[in-house]
């Protein structure tokens, strides 16, 4: 009999050991666009202001995060400036996918600002509370079968990209927590067929990836069609579909007459990358390049795309991932749809592959492109391929399922540490 809050208690206290261990032994500034995030939210917390497009390449943002960001600074600065200060050493600009350091921090210039570890640990917070809405997601969805909630709960949270990316000063971890709850209101909105709740749960998908990071839009667009599905079919009446209409117009004319450059922003970044094309995008070779750093950039590529997991492990995991998510579609497709679960996994697919493909097609857009933009979805991912496995598995092999899943992705986040951040990052005067 599996104990289910003693194993998830422990896959929590893993989580935060290793996010808190990426934290320290990532030197600030080595993750991706961490200056530019924690200038943001510095420059409101002491200028009061927020930084042009000019200023700051990361200015076109939805701003939640770095207006949270700019209390915890302001807090500091309040006990000591130094605490928080905004200080960036020379850059090695072109130290991009190379296992380098791409900031020169050494004995001399040295600096210990809390104020970026604060709101690493911030983030930190935030990727856990989404890990505990995709745990309450999964009761949904499998709310029979713990092994298998654990077991997909554990290779989320201990990915080592994400336990990186949730330890890094950036909205990706907003956005992160914004796709969690959406799916799992796409779920709600599945099982419960209160209009308010699905006004609700439309309205949410509406505003949260404009105010945390527009990762989050797939998942929301899966609450559009889940509820789109509903009235279209389910419903003699369609006033539920005006009202809606409405309301979201009413919602969109207040946010663009109080907060214009939301809507602004927003409108600017979905046209460039929806319709958009780089001048390679379809050749072979660009293709092969982008697919590669979105699938390393999932599984684990730490830095500026730097230092990562070998290319084996890499195939291995998208391999296995891929197999157990073909295996879940294919008894999915096999199912009746009057199964009771049957409409949850499709909901569970919808999150997934909307985010699938919004990745790939901004991968068309820029070359920016990485697998850290999947993880508004990664519960629906993880429970995807976790499932899959779990479905072919011996019944005595299934219950240490979790076990296996915890053993493996520690193992891989320490053998990330070994041979790949400590060699890189470490110096002795950050001790």
């Not at 600002?113 to 809405?133: E, K, P």
């Not at 945390?212 to 929301?220: D, E, H, I, S, V």
């Not at 779990?390 to 399922?401: A, F, I, T, W, Y």
């Not at 979790?402 to 001790?431: E, H, K, R, S, T």
Request: with cysteine; aromatic share 16%.
């Amino acid at each position: 009999m599996v104990n289910g809050r003693r194993w998830l208690v422990f896959i929590f206290v893993l989580y935060f050991l290793l996010g808190v261990g990426y934290s320290l032994l990532m030197p600030i500034w080595e993750a991706p666009d961490e200056p530019a995030h924690y200038h943001l939210a510095w420059r409101l917390a002491r200028l009061g202001a927020y930084a042009t497009q000019k200023l700051n390449y990361e200015a076109n943002q939805p701003r939640t995060f770095y207006y949270l960001g700019s209390f915890v600074i302001h807090a500091l600065d309040k006990v000591d400036t130094h605490y928080s200060d905004y200080y960036v050493p020379f850059e090695y600009k072109y130290n991009i996918r190379v296992a380098e350091r791409r900031f020169d921090w050494n004995a001399e210039n040295y600096r210990f600002l809390l104020g970026v570890h604060m709101l690493r640990w911030f983030n930190l917070l935030s990727g856990a509370l989404a890990l505990w809405i995709n745990w309450k997601s999964f009761g949904l969805i499998v709310p029979d079968i713990p092994t298998l909630r654990l077991a997909a709960l554990a290779l989320a949270a201990l990915t080592p990209q994400y336990l990186h990316i949730m330890s890094s000063v950036s909205n990706d971890a907003l956005g992160t927590l914004a796709g969690a709850l959406l799916f799992y209101l796409a779920l709600c909105v599945v099982n419960n067929s209160n209009n308010l709740v699905n006004v609700f749960s439309i309205t949410l998908a509406l505003i949260l990836p404009l105010t945390t990071k527009l990762t989050a839009l797939p998942t929301g667009a899966a609450v559009f069609f889940i509820v789109a599905w509903n009235w279209l079919f389910g419903m003699r009446q369609k006033r539920w579909l005006v009202i809606t209409g409405l309301i979201l117009l009413s919602g969109a004319g207040i946010l663009y007459f109080f907060f214009p450059e939301v809507i602004r922003s927003a409108q600017s970044e979905l046209t460039w990358r929806l319709f958009s094309l780089r001048k390679n995008a379809l050749t072979e070779k660009y293709l092969a390049f982008i697919s590669s750093q979105i699938i390393w950039t999932y599984w684990g590529k730490v830095g500026w795309v730097a230092v990562g997991l070998p290319y084996w492990i890499i195939d291995i995991l998208t391999v296995f991932g891929l197999i157990g998510i073909v295996i879940r579609i294919y008894k999915l497709i096999k199912s009746k749809p009057s199964d009771p679960q049957f409409r949850v996994w499709i909901a569970t697919v919808l999150a997934a592959s909307f985010t699938v493909l919004a990745v790939a097609r901004n991968g068309l857009t820029t070359g920016a492109t990485q697998g850290r933009f999947l993880f508004p979805a990664i519960g629906a991912l993880s429970l995807l391929m976790v499932s899959g496995w779990h479905d072919v598995l011996p019944e005595r092999v299934q219950r240490k399922l979790p076990f296996v899943m915890i053993a493996l992705m520690v193992a891989l986040n320490l053998g990330l540490w070994i041979f790949g951040v400590i060699p890189v990052y470490y110096q002795p005067f950050l001790d």
